[in-house]
């Protein structure tokens, strides 16, 4: 098995011309050779988990053959380098052609099939093109990445540059339940050692446990580590609005402190929302959770290599599946600086009781945020024993904000339509 590996289209197989084989021997050494179809997906997860490649070409994949396999690529290969090599730029000039204003059918999809090639260039660590002026039509959607000629490449080999490495401020808030705290941020720093972060804890008044000193310790030893201490519990919205407020990162994310991380989790959620400037929040899988992000996990809390064994199932069987939805559940959310410029933090007037994830994500949806669930992402979710362990009525607390949330978006509702011509 070589280090580098060429993915070729199986209907490519005895079509690819002398300049474009003198491209590749530019690009890798000595390499395997994949030949790819629409049916052969669990053969190259296959083949890219039992490979450490540093190198992979993917040549002449685009729709024509399926959107997914960047995406699968670099799920599985996240250390390698990956070059994109002829994407389809029809789609893509029809796309910027478009600028999203489209109301005939066949129009939207060619608008989706160029935002789908966008989005995997945006994953490439090198995009070669036939021509200068195709390369010219991406360099403005994908500036930051590396974009050449098949000439350029032929004679001088590819050019790599390395992407931004970007802060993530991980807002976690505690009240009591030590023993799940410390489980939860022993999984954190064994399983994001690949990503650049800073921990923010804000206590919500802790009074049964030493939750305070071990903050402060963990402070004293972290120079990563942030602590708020609040005097009383000033709810979910409030107390993540604090750390927030304190946050350097370009991204935040919002983690509760009854979960138990995997390996990859944060490093594949940063590729989602960096792969579409139009992506907002990204959510992983779960096992307790609603909606589309629960996944069936017959494991408990105390068995960490089960926890472990599943994600990696997971991440083999769903790498690459990343789908939009409406909502998310707040247990844990990437969230871009970007967002929290344009839609603001989390509404205040939601204390316990849940709700405010809801209306954040309603509020994201408004700006025209797309709102993503990274399917092969799975963390392990307790859920739902912070309010009994600290004798708060569930129930109460949640219909009192769901009356909360129907208030406020119904006035909302009421307020559009009001705006509108004939008030329609």
Request: hydrophobic residues 40%; contains cysteine; negative net charge.
């Amino acid at each position: 098995m070589s280090n580098n590996l060429l993915i070729i289209p199986e209907s490519f197989k005895s079509n690819i011309d002398k300049k474009h084989s003198k491209c590749f021997d530019k690009i890798l050494d000595k390499h395997d050779v994949f030949y790819f179809d629409n049916v052969s997906f669990d053969a190259l997860k296959a083949q890219l988990t039992a490979n450490s490649y540093e190198i992979i070409v993917c040549a002449y994949a685009g729709l024509t053959e399926d959107y997914r396999l960047l995406r699968i690529i670099k799920s599985l290969t996240p250390n390698s380098k990956l070059v994109s090599f002829m994407p389809e730029i029809s789609n893509i000039k029809e796309y910027i052609k478009q600028n999203g204003s489209i109301y005939d059918e066949v129009s939207k999809l060619l608008e989706k099939a160029g935002g789908m090639e966008i989005s995997n260039c945006r994953l490439a660590d090198a995009i070669v093109f036939e021509n200068a002026e195709d390369a010219g039509v991406i360099e403005k959607e994908v500036s930051d990445i590396p974009i050449q000629t098949a000439e350029d490449v032929a004679a001088k080999g590819i050019i790599f540059k390395d992407k931004p490495k970007y802060l993530v401020s991980i807002v976690m808030l505690t009240y009591n339940q030590l023993d799940d705290t410390k489980i939860c941020v022993e999984s954190l720093m064994k399983h994001t050692a690949d990503v650049n972060y800073e921990l923010i804890f804000v206590d919500n008044g802790s009074t049964k446990d030493d939750t305070k000193t071990y903050l402060e310790d963990l402070k004293s030893k972290y120079s990563n580590v942030k602590v708020i201490l609040n005097e009383t519990n000033l709810g979910f919205a409030c107390a993540n609005n604090q750390g927030i407020e304190i946050s350097e990162g370009e991204y935040v994310l919002l983690l509760n402190n009854d979960v138990i991380l995997t390996d990859g989790w944060l490093s594949r959620m940063l590729l989602i929302a960096e792969s579409d400037k139009k992506i907002g929040i990204v959510g992983p899988c779960t096992n307790h959770a609603s909606g589309r992000q629960v996944v069936v996990f017959d494991g408990s809390a105390d068995d960490d290599e089960a926890i472990q064994k599943f994600s990696k199932e997971i991440l083999q069987k769903n790498a690459g599946f990343w789908f939009s939805v409406n909502r998310i559940i707040g247990f844990c959310v990437l969230i871009k600086r970007e967002v929290l410029f344009n839609v603001g933090v989390l509404d205040e007037m939601f204390g316990p009781g849940g709700y405010e994830d809801f209306d954040y994500c309603m509020r994201v949806k408004q700006a025209g945020y797309k709102i993503v669930i990274a399917g092969d992402t799975f963390i392990y979710h307790v859920g739902g024993k912070g309010y009994s362990a600290n004798n708060m009525n569930y129930n109460v607390l949640r219909t009192k904000n769901i009356e909360l949330l129907i208030d406020k978006w119904t006035k909302n509702v009421l307020e559009i339509m009001e705006k509108l011509p004939d008030g329609m």
